[in-house]
């Protein structure tokens, strides 16, 4: 499959005589796939039962006859108003029991039965329509999903759910097994029938009835979703893949089970007010490419600006491009453009867009067909390869929702604090998984395994967890590693719990800690003083464990305790860091780590701003910054972007600028893999 490029197209805003006009601009800005229909139900079925997918199909075969391939969206995020008139019970209910109203979009209660058939159903129609229409390669399903219910249907379909979850030995629904799961006698809690269980709308719920919701609407979306690509599947061609676009990390539902009834992972990327981060970027892209373990789609991204943050900058010259170039570093195939062309009216008037109100190019169009003629030139270089991680970080939505749920300190975001393990890694230009704290690890050729953390532990974590350290993995575990069982309560160990053996730790007291703490790390005769903030563990050793780092004099408690410690696992190895570090301390202790686990960064020695990826024998190098930079190679290197410059190990990157590198006998340069012992 070529690397795509392309834009959200909504011709129904257009009268169809213009339609060619807007093909024959994407075919001369180099643009090779359009997404079209999410939002369209009010144009596809204007009345119940009425269906009008003729201008649909008719704008699916212009866009092949001029050459684009099609990706069809269900356009069940914006429900019409005729029905939600007539069955308001389709309308999302919030948690302080207001329905949501007709006018915005993703309204709708993705619990309702009847929600879900209405949608069936003009998936099932623009299937027959498109199913095997020239030119359609794919479909999504809805787009961007995210709103919660607390309607009452959701709280039926919530306790059928759990009658599912908590199980007696027989299989039987068994309230007494929920009642202890979730420790219940605490408050009076306890329930004795499950119609008493409520939805827990207010704050301060249950940590076990909070973790269960959201694993619940996990559940109601995968059901929502699988009624469309039922629909899909049982009418389209079966060459044709189906997806949806999530947003990074957004976590109102775990991508992880989405993603498996998905044939792609697409996301949608935008930066809003501020600037390309190439390592935060890589983070999303390491994270979407990590839902499938294949390479993704950004199915959409911005145009320069968009129009929903607090300052709506437009992107720097060339920074699209480079944003572009980031994704397809870290295994994107597509980059799509949101949005063509603007409707005039409607939320989103002020979006960046590549054509203007009146139809013709805006500025940032030519960046778009810069990066065609990229794409045009090296896109077979880069057909069939993909990304190659020697680390991956783990993550899981339920140690995110468990740790949001219950802070204890206001500071600690699960999402920061996992960002603040990828980025050392990152800015090292090492090629990064971020998978599932569920995904397996043994015999996927990592060397390096972090887990910031592994919050909720149980046996079949744990279990992979050691094959992979016994087998010679090096593993870090972050500070509250361990802290909770399945079902979000304290496990019956001191933490990290299960894990304990392994890491040849225990915590003796944790601390939310309001200034700061002195950290004294020694790594191999080197010593650093810095400090660590919002959490901090007393540690313990086991016998056979080092103590890597030390709290200084603080709050008493913590004076002299260990503060990170090492052990030797079978032929593996395993860091507990039982602090927040300092972004210093923690990019020094990573740096060792790393350079431990012998992990080898794409390219060494790269300046400052200048990133590499690689896929397959090919390196993407950027510079994410504004001034200029050099590269020196480890090998004559040739700029397949520049096909008239000869071979050199001296590569120039303007501001933004990209080069794709390809050289055959790059592979007798590489420095080889280094030991644990060196
Ligand atoms: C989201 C949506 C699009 C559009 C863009 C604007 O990603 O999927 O429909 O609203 O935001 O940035």
Known sequence: MPIHLGAAWYPEHWPEERWQVDLDLMRAAGLTVVRIGEFAWADLEPVEGQFDLGWLVRATEMAHASGLSVVVGTPTAAPPAWLTAAYPEVLAIDGSGARAQHGKRCHFDVTSPLYRAFCARVAERMALALGHAPGVIGWQIDNEYNRLTYSPQAATAFRLWLQEQFVDEQGRPSLARLNRAWST???????????????????????????????????AYREYQRAQVQAIRAHADPSHWITSNFMGFFDGFDHYPICEDLDLACWDHYIGTGNLDLDRAAASHDLTRGFKRRNFWVMETQPGCVNWAPINNVLNRGEARAMAWNGIG?????????????APGGQEQYHGSLLGPDGRPRPFYREVGELAADLQLVGPLLDGTTVSAPVAVLHSYDDRWAIDHQRHHRGFDPLAHLLHYHRPIARRSIATDIVSTRADLVGRGYRLVVGAPIHIVDESIAAELAAYVREGGHLVLSARSGFKDYNNALPPQRQPALLQDLAGVQVEEYYAVLDTVKVDLSLGGATATGEAHTWAEWLVPGRATQVLARYG??????DGQPAVTMHQAGRGRVYYVGAWLADDLQDRLLAWIIAQAGVEPVLDKLPVGVRASRRGDVHILLNGGREAATVTLPWPGKDALRPDRAASDQIDLGPYGVAVVTNDQADQYQTGQRTSDE
């Open 185 to 219: 006698s605490y408050w009076s809690e306890r329930y004795t029938d499950w119609a008493q269980i409520p939805l827990p709308a207010e704050d301060n719920h249950n940590p076990g009835l909070v973790l269960s919701f959201r694993r619940f609407m996990t559940h």
């Open 553 to 558: 004099s603080g709050n008493g408690w913590l």
């Open 330 to 342: 870290h295994g994107a195939d597509a980059v799509l453009y949101w949005q063509w062309r603007p």
